[in-house]
């Protein structure tokens, strides 16, 4: 079984500070995670994903996130924000390939933070 | 390539009535699947499938019924929609499952009253 938490639904900053938006999982294998935004009336797009890598994966328009297995978190960060992030953003959760069972073939998306950024 | 298409864009039902929603891809993606988003619950999964004629249930797959005759078609088919069906539908592709990236279509609204 594997289940995604984002922990806060909604995020407000000011653009140029910092953006952190945490995901935590919980898989019964090794996963493999992904976040992805939705812009409004629009569907999601792939911001970035880890498959085993690198620990830290860098995805488009700036952002990055940092697979640590001890903590079983997968955080979204961007160091300036922009106007252009306010979206809504997903975390979610694929088993391995090889992992069979009832986890094979689903994607587990968390509840989703929706990002505000204020000029 | 068009990527994955979706029709209708929106859709207004009344409770009881059966429609498909349909869902195509040009990008001969083996894994197809569909996902309702409702606000505050993420996205879930309904139905998928790993290939032409083989088709499986997601976390959410009752009232709800799918087929995969072709590799580029998954249509979704309400049986006797229900005003807990309303909500934003998705369809999505990918190469294969696990690691590979989902591409979604732009969704359709629906609306059971």
């Known amino acids: 079984a594997q289940s995604v938490t984002q922990l806060g639904s909604h995020v407000s900053v000011s653009e140029g500070a910092l953006v952190l938006l945490r995901c935590n999982y919980s898989s019964s294998v090794p996963p493999y995670l992904f976040w992805y935004v939705q812009y409004p009336n629009q569907g999601l797009q792939l911001l970035l994903k880890?498959?085993?890598?690198?620990?830290l994966v860098k995805g488009i328009n700036g952002f990055e996130a940092e697979f640590k297995k001890s903590e079983t978190s997968f955080h979204l960060t961007k160091p300036s924000a922009h106007m252009s992030d306010a979206a809504e953003y997903f975390c979610a959760v694929s088993a391995s390939d090889n992992a069979g069972g009832t986890s094979y073939g689903k994607l587990t998306f968390g509840q989703g933070t929706i990002l505000t950024v204020h000029p | 390539n068009a990527g994955v298409t979706q029709t209708p864009k929106f859709q207004v039902l009344k409770t009881g009535q059966s429609m498909t929603l349909q869902c195509a891809q040009d990008?001969?993606?083996?894994?197809m699947s569909w996902y309702r988003q409702d606000p505050g619950m993420g996205l879930r999964l309904i139905h998928y499938?790993?290939?032409?004629?083989?088709?499986d249930q997601g976390e959410v797959p009752n009232g709800y019924n799918v087929s995969r005759s072709t590799t580029e078609d998954f249509p979704l088919r309400l049986l006797s929609a229900a005003p807990s069906q309303t909500s934003v539908y998705f369809c999505?592709?990918?190469f294969g499952t696990g690691r590979h990236e989902q591409y979604f279509g732009p969704g359709t609204r629906l609306t059971v009253t």
């Open positions: 990008m001969n993606h083996e894994y």
């Open positions: 999505a592709s990918s």
């Open positions: 880890y498959t085993s890598a690198a620990t």
């Open positions: 499938s790993v290939g032409a004629g083989i088709t």
